[in-house]
């Protein structure tokens, strides 16, 4: 069974700032999932990456297959950001989740 | 149309009661997911079912029967349910299920139902 790793667990910066958010996962995988979760909200998915680098916007994703890390950078941060950003990992049988990032932007 | 819709949004209910989650998707996704997500924790799996044949449960209690009449729809049937089981619901779907030349699917989610057992 992959153990989903990320960090920070919680993590609250000023509006404007770089964020970071780490993932690691201790079973090679073919693809990896960011989420996004606002408080009592569904889900939804920012990036689907199987290698490289992604952007969408203010966001960032990049992926090391061969050392099981991925990133999610959120440039010039906004407080409607503020969220849970969880890693999840692509299995035969679905998602092996992380414990999500609990992100807070202050104005 | 990438939508997975919940129905209902929120949903009370007693522990005598029977009651139906729905999830729908029109993407032609093949592999459809239940996860029980409890407060400040990741979502847990519960149900996976592909080609609306049941693959995966997760020891999951009868109280909770999972059906896919089509392969637009899932449902969830609740039943006797304990105080325990308030979380929220979520649905996903993927194109196929499993690994192999189908891994690098993107999985979609719905906006969940809210559950809590009176």
């Known amino acids: 069974k992959n153990e989903v790793e990320q960090s920070p667990q919680n993590l609250t910066a000023q509006e404007g700032e770089f964020i970071t958010i780490n993932c690691s996962y201790s079973?090679?995988?073919?693809?990896l999932h960011w989420l996004q979760q606002h408080p009592g909200g569904g889900i939804v998915s920012l990036f689907m990456?199987?290698?490289g680098k992604k952007k969408h916007g203010r966001l960032i994703a990049t992926i090391n297959i061969q050392e099981k890390h991925s990133s999610l950078h959120i440039t010039a941060s906004h407080p409607r950001d503020s969220a849970v950003y969880i890693c999840a990992v692509m299995g035969a049988d679905g998602l092996t989740f992380g414990k999500g990032t609990h992100l807070i932007i202050q104005p | 149309d990438t939508e997975v819709t919940q129905t209902p949004k929120h949903l009370v209910m007693g522990m005598t009661n029977k009651k139906s989650l729905k999830c729908e998707q029109h993407m032609g996704h093949r592999a459809m997911y239940w996860y029980k997500q409890k407060a400040k924790k990741p979502p847990e799996l519960m149900f996976v079912y592909s080609y609306e044949k049941l693959s995966i449960n997760e020891s999951v209690p009868s109280r909770f029967s999972p059906e896919c009449p089509n392969s637009s729809l899932l449902n969830l049937h609740l039943h006797a349910l304990q105080p325990e089981d308030s979380a929220l619901y979520l649905c996903a779907s993927r194109r196929f299920f499993g690994g192999g030349a189908h891994r690098d699917t993107e999985a979609f989610f719905g906006q969940g139902t809210r559950l809590t057992v009176v």
């Open positions: 990456l199987s290698s």
């Open positions: 079973v090679g995988i073919s693809a």
